[in-house]
């Protein structure tokens, strides 16, 4: 079983950083593909990015391609989004996400963290 905890959301200004986290628990993290997603209101939730289980493969939506990157510290068990020049549209409910494979990550993960607020105040 997979518990996923997010953190390090808040207000942020345009243009400006800022880095969530996602720690997980059990035993199995290590072999999952991890993935963000982000749900602003009034819309559905959307895919952000992933990375599969040793970091070497990646996936971006087009609109953060260049500005967010997701990483994983295996030791620490934890994923990060690193979020750069924030735009007033990025803000949303984002959600950490594992999925046992990197080809499901996008379309139905297994299990989903309770989400951490993301404000960019223009």
């Known amino acids: 079983q997979v518990q996923l905890v997010e953190s390090g959301g808040g207000l942020v200004q345009v243009g400006g950083s800022m880095r969530i986290s996602c720690a997980a628990s059990g035993s199995t993290f290590r072999t999952y593909a991890m993935g963000w997603f982000r749900q602003a209101p009034g819309k559905e939730r959307e895919f952000v990015a992933a990375l599969n289980w040793n970091g070497g493969r990646f996936d971006y939506r087009n609109s953060v391609k260049g500005r967010f990157t997701i990483s994983r510290d295996a030791a620490k068990n934890t994923v990060y989004l690193q979020m750069n020049s924030l735009k007033p549209e990025d803000t949303a409910v984002y959600y950490c996400?594992?999925?046992?494979?990197?080809?499901?990550?996008?379309?139905?993960?297994?299990?989903w963290g309770q989400g951490t607020q993301v404000t960019v105040s223009s």
């Open positions: 996400a594992a999925a046992r494979l990197f080809e499901f990550i996008g379309s139905h993960p297994d299990h």
